[in-house]
Structures are given as C-alpha cells and as structure tokens.
C-alpha cells in the first residue's frame, strides 16, 4: 500500500506538476528547465527543514529512531507527525492545481485538477492506514486510531488552500508552485515511503505496488487530461 501511494505520488509530481510548469515557463523565458530545476530543489529543501527540526517517527521503527528535534512525546503522536508530514506537499499539490483554473479555465485543465485530488485521494487511504494499524496493534482502540488517522490528513486541506490562495494572489507563481509542490512529494517519497514500504519482507510487493500507482496515476492524467 505504501509502495503504491509511492507511485502515485512520483507519477503526479511529473505528469500534474512539473510538465505542466515546464509548458507555462518556456512561453515565457528560454531557461525554462533553470527555473523548474531551482524550483523542484526549492520544495524539497523546505520539506528537509521542516523534517530536520521536527520531532517524528518512521512507521515501522522503534522509538529510539525517531528523528528530527528531541521531544518527549509518545511514539503514538511521533507516528501521527509523520505521516502529518506527507499530507502537507499533497495538499499544496492539489490546491495548486485547482488555483491554476483561475488563470485559465479549460476543461483540460479542470481534468488534470480532479486527476490530482483523485490521485491524491486514492493514496490517502494507505497512508491513513499506516497511522491507525500500528496504533491498534499498539492497545489504542479501533476509535481512536481511525480518529488519529483522520488527523494526520486535517493538514492537506489546509496546504491545498495556501497553494490555491498563492496562485490566485500571484499569476506568476503557478509554474514555480507547481514545481515547488513536485520537489515537496518527491522529498517525502524518497525520505519517507519508500524507505517505510521496504521495512518488511516482502519488498516486492511494495516494488510493484510503486509500478502500478505509477501507472494508474499516469493513465488517468494522460487518459482525462487528454
């Protein structure tokens, strides 16, 4: 499951994200790929910060792995952060790309928003699963692990609208935004997924869960978007 929400999540970064921003910016300059390329960067440094300093814990390691900032909370809340933290260039992502209607409303583009939300949704439903299971297997009841599985999301509709109000305040912002949120999933997948989908045995699985997220999301965008 968290193989697949990797490929979603690769598939929608260059297919929703930076292809369309590689479009809008070589109308407008011949160094179209510099600014996609410090823009990409631009995301995943900011998501590198955010991880360095705050404190959080890998589903599937123990407590003494827990990374970024010390911190004396429980390894339940240290999980729920975690996966808080994949939510945050999701929503940025879909938020972005419905804000782009603004600009430039057409029936292409109002496909390749709803492919995005649709991607994203799909792939959220694993990723809750990643918080709730290990904090039932860790005594929580089945309420309050759906509970804290619904509020690692409550940050996406949150980046969704700063992404939307970025683009509507700032016409010229939509390539870089689009690009930003790219560089910001590819961060959290190679940080955080990828690593998480490989922590048991069959890591074949997860492999090809990845290759079928990819192209599921890339059929979509290509099959809706067309």
Request: some cysteine; charged content about 10%.
């Amino acid at each position: 499951m968290l193989g697949f929400s990797s490929g979603i999540m690769i598939a929608a970064s260059f297919w929703s994200l930076l292809l369309p921003a590689l479009e809008l910016w070589e109308t407008k300059t011949n160094h179209a790929w510099f600014y996609a390329s410090l823009s990409f960067l631009s995301g995943g440094l900011v998501l590198y910060l955010i991880h360095k300093f705050l404190p959080h814990l890998h589903v599937g390691l123990e407590s003494n792995r827990q990374e970024g900032g010390r911190s004396s909370f429980q390894r339940s809340i240290l999980l729920v952060i975690a996966i808080t933290l994949h939510n945050i260039p999701e929503g940025l992502a879909v938020g972005v790309a419905f804000g782009a209607l603004g600009d430039n409303f057409t029936a292409q583009a109002l496909a390749s928003a709803l492919v995005v939300a649709f991607g994203i949704g799909i792939q959220n439903i694993p990723e809750g699963a990643a918080v709730s299971i290990p904090l039932l297997r860790e005594g929580f009841s089945v309420r309050r692990s759906f509970w804290y599985g619904q509020l690692s999301g409550f940050v996406e509709p949150l980046g969704g609208l700063l992404g939307a109000a970025l683009v509507f305040s700032m016409a010229n912002v939509l390539p870089f935004a689009l690009c930003f949120a790219a560089g910001a999933m590819i961060f959290v997948v190679i940080e955080e997924l990828i690593p998480e989908s490989h922590t048991g045995q069959e890591t074949e699985m997860s492999t090809l869960g990845a290759l079928f997220g990819f192209v599921l999301m890339m059929a979509l965008d290509l099959g809706l978007g067309a």
